[in-house]
């Protein structure tokens, strides 16, 4: 399967190639439109893992509704159930408000660390989004579930873990993705919020998610890993969003905590992620309000 969002991404990636910038300050760089933030005798990550987390990125940035239809996935969870190891696997349940009818969609998952899977079967939405396995009949048109006719998508992920997903029609004239994560490590203050995402296992780099911050706004940054530390900046868009690669790993060391901490005019985040052996958490724990 190909689709403009690929094709956008591989045109922004090129055109990065061309021109990769270095910033000014602590050990902080940015290739391919991400900045990044390494810990003083860290090496520089390969070219092909920094590839991996632009395109997440801008996946992320995609799914919050920058794509050009404006529609969204929406995930409304049915249940839980125990799988191996103790661990859960959610089951979610898809909709497409607006999405256009009597038309045949395809639909994709994106693990982290794993190649996009197509479902093999034709996708259908019926009138009030729902996303479905077949046509849907008459008397499923106006239903917010169809169980056994329902798009069912399993997500059995740790702490912090998301899993992208691509909706597009069968023409590929609309495309929509999406990003979910079922166990965010987050802390929301005064309307701000900084989110630890998890972008290779054993949260071997991390993604750091801003929001509700001032629009265009530097925002200070601190990253502290075992014993390591960074303090530099987030470039904030109009919306007062910011994102930033991290890479918790130090040298030494096989596990530990990254501890990250934003500053907002009002406001002072702090999430704590652990990463090694310790990373893939079994079981789901809340999300963080306070450090």
């Not at 696997?89 to 009597?102: I, L, M, Q, S």
Request: hydrophobic share 40%; with cysteine.
């Amino acid at each position: 399967m190909y689709s403009p969002i690929r094709s956008v991404v591989c045109l922004s990636l090129l055109a990065l190639l061309a021109f990769p910038l270095s910033s000014h300050g602590q050990q902080a760089k940015q290739m391919y439109g991400l900045r990044y933030a390494l810990f003083r005798g860290q090496p520089n990550p390969s070219e092909d893992l920094l590839n991996t987390l632009s395109r997440e990125a801008f996946w992320d940035d995609s799914s919050r509704g920058l794509n050009p239809s404006g529609l969204r996935l929406r995930f409304v969870k049915i249940d839980e159930q125990t799988a191996a190891e103790g661990r859960i696997a959610d089951r979610y349940r898809v909709f497409v408000e607006g999405a256009p009818d009597n038309k045949v969609f395809s639909f994709a998952t994106w693990p982290i660390n794993q190649p996009l899977a197509d479902d093999p079967r034709d996708i259908y939405v019926n009138g009030q989004g729902l996303l479905m396995i077949h046509k849907p009949k008459p008397e499923q048109e106006l239903r917010l579930s169809a169980p056994g006719d329902e798009l069912v998508v399993v997500a059995m992920t740790a702490i912090a873990e998301p899993v992208r997903y691509l909706f597009e029609k069968k023409d590929q004239k609309l495309v929509i993705p999406a990003t979910l994560v079922p166990y965010p490590m987050m802390s929301e203050e005064h309307g701000c919020r900084l989110e630890a995402r998890i972008s290779m296992p054993d949260a071997s780099s991390v993604l750091i998610v801003a929001d509700g911050f001032p629009a265009k706004a530097k925002i200070p940054l601190v990253l502290v890993s075992e014993g390591f530390s960074f303090s530099g900046s987030m470039s904030a868009d109009q919306d007062g969003h910011a994102v930033m690669a991290a890479f918790p790993f130090v040298p030494g060391k096989a596990q530990g905590t990254l501890r990250a901490t934003a500053e907002g005019p009002d406001c002072l985040p702090t999430v704590v992620l652990p990463w090694g052996s310790s990373a893939a958490a079994p079981n789901p724990a809340p999300a963080q309000k306070k450090p």
